[in-house]
């Protein structure tokens, strides 16, 4: 009989298939076909410089098994085989198996340390669909529109771009993703890998009862796929695949009061969010709460559309770090300067945070819920944790 081992793998429910992991992974031990990523229990070595990088946690997953499940087992998987009942014996036991156990444990808490860890989704949220258009089956989508979101004065290049599915099904719910395959292939001569963006429009689309999506890019110096996203002319063809995620959603509890921390392109799911709360409940007052960053306010995307949107459905704080004549200020400054407001909500069961953008930014707001909910008496790594396993905290960071 085999002994028990540890093996890795990978979430295919709430992994997002941007494929981080894949490229972090400095022994290959990490693959995908045109439907899951998944890892070699050949030659995973267990180095964890995987944990780190996964913004969702999917990668967090952990089964022991007798015998590992293979790759063509793994490439199957809609959702994961729970963890079978296996006897550990002296033997396994003085194998390594515990210690084993224990050094992971140590590991994982050292990668989450201030990190999203492992994702769940709020409870009222709809029951997304993913995965449903892959690598090999991609869906064609035809550019409806493409806008600078920026002040064309900014260094800041952000584009807001609908894209319309005509009559094929793709439905997706706001804080969901969909990877764009960019044309032509790679050095190797691969066809190049999706890249994912957050779609910034509601499930109903962009405009209600349209069947369109919208998202919200940056063009980056050299990013192949955002400038080509950034390039794209109306009426242009876009192969597609998804929708990615379970977890980064919506909560459809009216009493759910959400604070939404977020810098840059990091916005677009907030839109939704948004945009869905003033099209479903238009009479809710003081439900959401967004702390936005930008260097400037030229450089905020859906600076001038919030500014519309009424304080008494939405309170918004902007955080300008490079504004002439004024104080650096980060999104962590801004939570800092309503400490008493978030404190209140931090004691709330009705209360979700939602984190996007910037990796950079983790730090700065992990620091700052830390110091608001000590001076609270709340011990704020517990509170999150729970707030986490209740699906009530989320951390999307690139």
Known sequence: MNKPVKQHLIDPEICIRCYTCEMTCPIGAIQHDDNNVVVDPDTCNFCMDCIPVCPTGSIDEWRVVETPYSLDQQYGFEELPKQ??????AEAEDDGIEA??????ALLAEAHKGAGGRAKAPASASKPTINLYNLGNPATA????NYRLTDPESDSDVRHIILDLGALPFPVLEGQSIGVIAPGTDDAGNPHLPRLYSVSSPRDGERPGFNNVSLTVKREENGLCSNYICDLEKDDDVQITGPFGSTFLLPSDP???LLMICTGT???????????????MPGLEGSLTLVFGARTPRDLPYFGPLKKVPDRFMLKDFAFSRQEGAPKQYVQDRLRAQADTVAEMLKSDAAHIYICGLKAMEEGVEEAMRDIASAADIDWSTLRDQ????????VETY
């Open 84 to 89: 079978e009942d296996i006897a550990l014996d």
């Open 100 to 105: 084993h156990d224990d050094a992971i444990a």
């Open 142 to 145: 035809k550019v409806q529109g």
């Open 255 to 257: 009493n759910a009061h």
């Open 266 to 280: 990091g916005s677009a799911p907030f839109r939704g969010f948004t945009m869905r709360r003033q099209r479903e």
């Open 387 to 394: 707030m986490r396993d209740d699906g009530r905290y989320h």
